[in-house]
Every structure is written in structure tokens, then in C-alpha cells.
């Protein structure tokens, strides 16, 4: 059975720092391209960043590049998100998800296995 467990998200002032952890397990993390969604209230789902299955290269989206970095550990199945510089806008609960498609993609649509989301709370 696959898992994607996020960790990390909670309720910070405008220009803080969060970090989101994805932990995965039944899937052999190592050959998948894992990204990062989120969803406002109201609002679709959108993509946030994506990391191949090596590392590199990573993908944002316009909204986050500069603020956001994306990394992973394939000896840990663990993706991490690091969020510098947080603004209201960034409030959303938080997807990570993994695509065995390894490139990386914003493409919601080729990412098969999804977390339950952490909420992500920025304050002004």
C-alpha cells in the first residue's frame, strides 16, 4: 500500500519560513518524480514545484520561484519544501505527490499517488 504522509506545515507570520516533509513508503521512492501541490479555499489545485527522481533538474511555478526550494533524499523516501518568505497568498493545505513519470512535471494529471494535505497558514 503506498503512503505519502506530509509534516511540517502550521501557521506563520508574512515572512517566515516553513519546512513541509513528505515521507513515502510502498513505492520505490527512488524512481519517482515527486512534486508539491496546493489548494486555497475556493480555489483548483495548483502546482507548486516538482523534483526529478535523481534531484535534478526542479520545477516552480512562477508564484513561489526565488522563495521556495524543493529538495529530496532518496535514502530517507523523504521530499522537503523549504518556504522562505511567506505571504497570505501562499495559505493553502499542501499536496505532495508522486509521478513515476521521473522527470518532473506541473502536470497534475500524471501523478498518481497523493498525501493528505498539510495546511499552511501565513498571517499578515
Known amino acids: 500500500q503506498v503512503q505519502l504522509v506530509e509534516s511540517g506545515g502550521g501557521l506563520v507570520q508574512a515572512g517566515g519560513s516553513l519546512r513541509l516533509s513528505c515521507t513515502t513508503s510502498?513505492?520505490?521512492?527512488?524512481?519517482?518524480?515527486m512534486g508539491w501541490f496546493r489548494q486555497a479555499p475556493g480555489k483548483e489545485r495548483e502546482f507548486v514545484a516538482a523534483?526529478?527522481?535523481?534531484?535534478?533538474?526542479?520545477y516552480y511555478a512562477d508564484s513561489v520561484k526565488g522563495r521556495f526550494t524543493l529538495s529530496r533524499d532518496n535514502a530517507k523516501n523523504t521530499v522537503y519544501l523549504q518556504m522562505n518568505s511567506l505571504k497570505p497568498e501562499d495559505t493553502a493545505v499542501y499536496y505532495c505527490?508522486?509521478?513515476?513519470?521521473?522527470?518532473?512535471?506541473?502536470?497534475?494529471?500524471?501523478?498518481?499517488?497523493w498525501g493528505q494535505g498539510t495546511q499552511v497558514t501565513v498571517s499578515s
Open positions: 523534483i526529478s527522481w535523481s534531484g535534478s533538474p526542479t
Open positions: 510502498g513505492l520505490t521512492f527512488s524512481i519517482y518524480a
Open positions: 505527490a508522486a509521478s513515476r513519470y521521473g522527470s518532473g512535471s506541473p502536470n497534475i494529471g500524471e501523478y498518481a499517488y
